[in-house]
């Protein structure tokens, strides 16, 4: 816990000795220790306080990422669901491309690999669960491997098998 001290530590310190930016990065600084020994009550505290001495909505939508991390960590759906409802909005405030690409990312899980729909039958397609994670994990060897073993499936399915000499 002596992170956590230095981190209250160098709060006061930037209040009484710095600027504005300086005591948000220190309570972001927190913030993310709490994030990493996975107290989540006390890093969602923290983040909230650093939500508050935020002015850039970048910034704010990184927030939600790190909030985001904590619920995808914790499989706590409901704080999934708020951040992303959260970060759209934010994003229709002024938020940037490349956050708006992390949005889709983190929207693409929740709607296509953790859909429940596809978890009950990804088990029962040979290949079929490394094909989408490793495409979802930037795995690219594995991604082609798993593709060269789905090219069975593709050959005896009816719609794919015209497009599969495209492969």
């Known amino acids: 816990m002596e992170d956590a001290k230095a981190g209250s530590d160098g709060i006061a310190d930037a209040e009484d000795n710095l600027g504005e930016s300086e005591v948000r990065e220190a309570h972001l600084a927190k913030s993310l220790f709490f994030i990493r020994i996975g107290d989540k009550e006390k890093a969602l505290e923290h983040l909230k306080i650093t939500e508050t001495k935020t002015v850039a909505v970048g910034q704010k ?3 939600v990422f790190y909030t985001l991390q904590l619920g995808f960590f914790d499989m706590d759906f409901d704080l999934i669901s708020k951040s ?3 970060a759209k909005s934010l994003f229709e405030e002024g938020g940037d491309w490349e956050r708006k ?5 983190v929207s693409l ?3 296509v690999v953790d859909a429940p729909e596809i978890l009950t039958v990804i088990g029962k397609i040979p290949h079929l669960s490394e094909f ?3 495409l979802y994990d930037c795995q690219y ?3 082609f491997s798993a593709f060269a ?3 069975e499936q593709i050959k005896l399915d009816r719609y794919l098998h015209s497009h599969f000499r495209s492969y």
Do not use: A, E
């Open 61 to 63: 939508m990184d927030l």
């Open 84 to 86: 992303v409802d959260k």
């Open 101 to 105: 690409n992390r949005l889709k990312v």
């Open 109 to 111: 899980k929740q709607k």
């Open 132 to 134: 989408l994670n490793s």
């Open 141 to 143: 060897k594995s991604f």
């Open 149 to 151: 073993g789905l090219t």
